[in-house]
């Protein structure tokens, strides 16, 4: 399990804890913030959020601890990782844009990398998570004026169902 710690004297770092013996081990090492800690489906990674720039840009670290952190995506806005695709090749991530409030983007981890926009409305998306085949994604939206969870495809069609009622 990853977690942050944001109350100790390494505040704003990940930890792994062993759940099976309780050993806790630091996993972040820089003196920025790092957050919101996803596991790739493989184990074999985490995609995290850090301060290292200024703003949360995207790096990946290999879960052993092994070898440095590698930037992934680097913008001039806030971004955190909300879910890794079970297939392993995209990532789903919120990013603040000051003109549609959060927006849901998904990051390619193969060939060039550049971001595709998943939902980009005037209103806030979060919490984008795959479906395990891949073609669906579940999503929060305070389009109906609280925060919602709804389901589409993806890539998006114009459908979507809302599937909250609170």
Excluded: C
């Amino acid at each position: 399990v990853a977690v942050e710690r944001l109350e100790t004297p390494t505040a704003g770092d990940i930890w792994m804890v062993e759940l099976a013996r309780g050993a806790e081990s630091r996993f972040t090492f820089d003196p920025s913030t790092d957050r919101t800690p996803i596991w790739s489906p493989d184990g074999s990674r985490m995609v995290f959020s850090s301060t290292r720039a200024g703003r949360m840009d995207l790096y990946q670290k290999v879960s052993s601890g092994a070898g440095k952190d590698e930037l992934l995506l680097q913008t001039g806005t806030y971004k955190q990782p909300t879910d890794w695709s079970r297939d392993g090749r995209f990532i789903v991530y919120r990013e603040a844009a000051p003109k549609t409030k959060g927006d849901l983007w998904l990051l390619p981890l193969a060939g060039d990398r550049k971001p595709i926009p998943y939902l980009q409305t005037e209103f806030t998306e979060d919490d984008g998570r795959f479906s395990p085949d891949g073609r669906w994604m579940a999503y929060s939206s305070d389009e109906a004026g609280r925060m919602e969870v709804y389901v589409q495809p993806i890539p998006p069609s114009g459908a979507k169902w809302q599937v909250s009622t609170t």
